[in-house]
Every structure is written in C-alpha cells, then in structure tokens.
C-alpha cells in the first residue's frame, strides 16, 4: 500500500493477556517511530528504529512492552500481561530520511481496550 | 519532564480570521521543529516545519513562527476554513538523536 499500514486497527482484550500490535511501514523508509495517545493526552513516544535498531528504548513505559523490527520493514510492538493503563491508540510512523528525520508519515493507529 | 508544551487545549476562532496556536520548548539542543494536524479516528498529518537556523517558515496558508531566544514557536493560520478545525500538534527534535517529541495538541474549533 501506499501508507503506514497498522493491524489490528482495534484490539479488545482482558487484563493479563498479551497483545502483539504490527506496522507496515512505508516501503524504502528507515525510520520507524511507535508512539501512544492515550484518551485526552498527547502523542508519548515509545521507541524508534534507524533500519533495524532501536537507538533510544527510553519510552517504553516498563518491562512489559518490546518492540522489533526485521528486514528493516515491519514492526511490532509486544506487550505482555496487559493492564488497563495500557489501554491507549498505538501509532507507527515512518520516514525516509536516513541521516536526519524529517516528516513523519503516521498509520492510523491500533486502538487498545484491555478490560 | 514536559520538553515540548502546548499550554492551551482549546482554541476557537471565527472563519475567516487568524488562528494562532503557540508552542514552548525547554530543551535547548532541539533545533527542528514540526507541527502535524490530526483529525478523529486518523493519524496525525504533517503540516509545517522549521529549522533553527530561520525564524520563519510559510506555506500558503500556514505560517510557522520561531523566537529561539524565548523556545517558543507558533502556527498561523490565516484565513481560518472550517476543514483547519483538528487538534494540532507541535514537534521537536534534536541533531542528537531522531527523537521526536510532540506537544499534547491544541483542538482548534473555527467557528461559522
């Protein structure tokens, strides 16, 4: 395609489970960011990848949440023993900027509910 | 630590005039800054950028402003169209590392 494509684009689970949530970037792109909207707050930054490294894991909220990235294309964001506070819209970008990130080109979001 | 802030979380304003939305930073190393629109249900869209080295950016419509001395930038939307009411988000990054860090948005409201 030719966007950010993410899946699920909505994701219903119970406390404790673990959820996997995926990104297609934008092909040729190297830069792959996953951030996270929780309901009336701002986009939290949780990782980001230059190819298939993830130079900066400081937003990762807690041990629970994981990301890779392989080929240095898709992405996903693991996270383990769900609580309701993980209950936010994940959103990938990409960009094609290898030296110097410039736009960022969003998916539409996983939305996750954990009850 | 709050590094990109965006102090107000509504805005409304008649169509036809100015918008204003304004942004303040802390960290002094971020010397590229963005600012992306977001609709319901979408991802955030990008709209302008900056670098540091000018203090102003335009784009049709769309004005991009930046005080270093202050780390504050504003978006300028003039006129006002009933397709620019979105929550906006401003964005910085540093030559340090690709991080980027955005604001927690503005929902601007044109009214007719």
């Known amino acids: 395609g030719a966007g950010v494509s993410q899946s699920p684009s909505n994701k219903v689970t119970e406390k404790g489970k673990d959820v996997e949530l995926r990104c297609d970037p934008i092909?040729?792109?190297?830069?792959l960011y996953w951030y996270r909207q929780r309901l009336g707050q701002g986009l939290e930054f949780l990782i980001y990848f230059q190819g298939n490294s993830a130079p900066d894991k400081s937003g990762l909220p807690s041990d629970r949440f994981s990301a890779e990235r392989t080929g240095g294309s898709v992405s996903t964001l693991t996270i383990q023993r769900t609580q309701q506070e993980d209950s936010a819209v994940y959103l990938c970008?990409?960009?094609?900027?290898?030296?110097?990130?410039?736009?960022?080109?969003f998916g539409e979001g996983s939305r996750l509910t954990v009850l | 630590d709050q590094q990109v802030k965006q102090n107000s979380p509504s805005l409304s304003v008649q169509e036809g005039r100015i918008s204003i939305l304004n942004c303040d930073y802390t960290?002094?190393?971020?010397?590229?800054f963005l600012w992306y629109k977001k609709y319901p249900a979408e991802g955030p869209t990008f709209l302008i950028s900056?670098?540091?080295?000018?203090d102003k950016n335009e784009d049709g419509r769309f004005t991009v402003f930046l005080n270093k001395s202050a780390k504050h930038l504003s978006l300028h939307i003039v006129p006002s169209q009933p397709g620019d009411s979105a929550v906006y988000f401003c964005a910085a990054s540093s030559n340090r590392d690709d991080k980027i860090i955005f604001g927690k948005g503005t929902r601007l409201h044109i009214l007719p």
């Open positions: 960290n002094s190393m971020f010397d590229y």
């Open positions: 900056i670098s540091s080295i000018k």
């Open positions: 970008a990409s960009s094609p900027s290898v030296t110097r990130v410039g736009e960022l080109f």
């Open positions: 092909s040729g792109h190297t830069a």
